[in-house]
């Protein structure tokens, strides 16, 4: 006889403080906590952002050759720039493009993993594989942002980087909340509107760090993607919340099955 007794409560905001700027976000806590995140969490989560970026590597890859044949005549255009062709520039646009919309889903549960330990609690490298569920609604949300972004960049470049910025939230609310895909996106831009000058301020640190991995031959990546995607999920945490749920049993912890339930379980 099972005697477990479960709980739900939620961690953080709510959906309806976020949207009504009613959640605090400090800037300073939350790159302190992200890095506490990212150095406790660091073995384990490592994997799961190495899985990602070989996965984009390759579609990267894929669709550069399928484009152009030989994807290496783009290092023969930058060292020598006379024999450069347009289409080099469109074809790197369309990998781009075709890398972030195919590895979504992948991305959604390596930001659910994140989302997992700003909650305090620990994931697997096979927690991976939690946003293939929505893998559908995930990659509508992608390509309409990135839509978007590219229309508003023609207009005016600094309209793309606010929209990448105002949608950075909507896979977490699709996975978390199941909100639609173009719904998690609006709420997402509403919410941070409200506190846009804070999360500016942060986007832009981190930023900078990127630029800063970059410099030392892209090894400071393995420290900056990890705190990146911890960011990512306190500043949701604070913004709309983390619904958790405490389970109380009185079975021995050997015959606890929970190892393969959601992260997002604490298990009393």
Not at 228 to 233: A, L
Request: aromatic content about 12%; glycine content about 6%; charged content about 15%.
């Amino acid at each position: 006889m099972n005697n477990d007794i479960e709980k739900d409560f939620n961690l953080g905001g709510t959906v309806e403080s976020a949207l009504s700027g009613e959640y605090e976000l400090k800037a300073g806590e939350v790159i302190k906590e992200a890095w506490q995140h990212t150095v406790k969490n660091f073995l384990s989560f490592s994997p799961s952002i190495i899985i990602l970026i070989a996965l984009q590597l390759a579609i990267f890859y894929i669709a550069l050759k399928l484009q152009l044949g030989n994807p290496g005549i783009i290092l023969d255009a930058f060292t020598n720039p006379e024999a450069f062709d347009p289409s080099i520039f469109n074809a790197i646009m369309v990998a781009n493009f075709s890398y972030e919309v195919i590895s979504a889903p992948i991305y959604a549960g390596i930001s659910l993993m994140a989302m997992s330990h700003a909650a305090g609690l620990t994931t697997k490298p096979r927690h991976i594989g939690k946003g293939l569920q929505y893998t559908m609604p995930v990659m509508l949300a992608t390509l309409f942002s990135l839509l978007l972004q590219g229309i508003a960049g023609m207009i005016f470049p600094f309209l793309s980087l606010y929209l990448s910025l105002a949608f950075s939230n909507a896979i977490l609310l699709i996975c978390e909340k199941q909100i639609p895909p173009m719904q998690s996106l609006l709420i997402s831009l509403r919410a941070v509107n409200k506190k846009i000058i804070v999360l500016a301020g942060i986007y832009s640190l981190v930023t900078i760090m990127f630029v800063v991995g970059m410099m030392f031959y892209g090894i400071g990546l393995i420290f900056v993607l990890p705190f990146f995607f911890h960011v990512k999920g306190i500043v949701y945490r604070n913004m709309f919340g983390i619904k958790l749920k405490i389970i109380a049993s009185d079975r021995p912890k050997d015959e606890d099955d929970n190892d393969d339930n959601d992260p997002q379980v604490f298990n009393a």
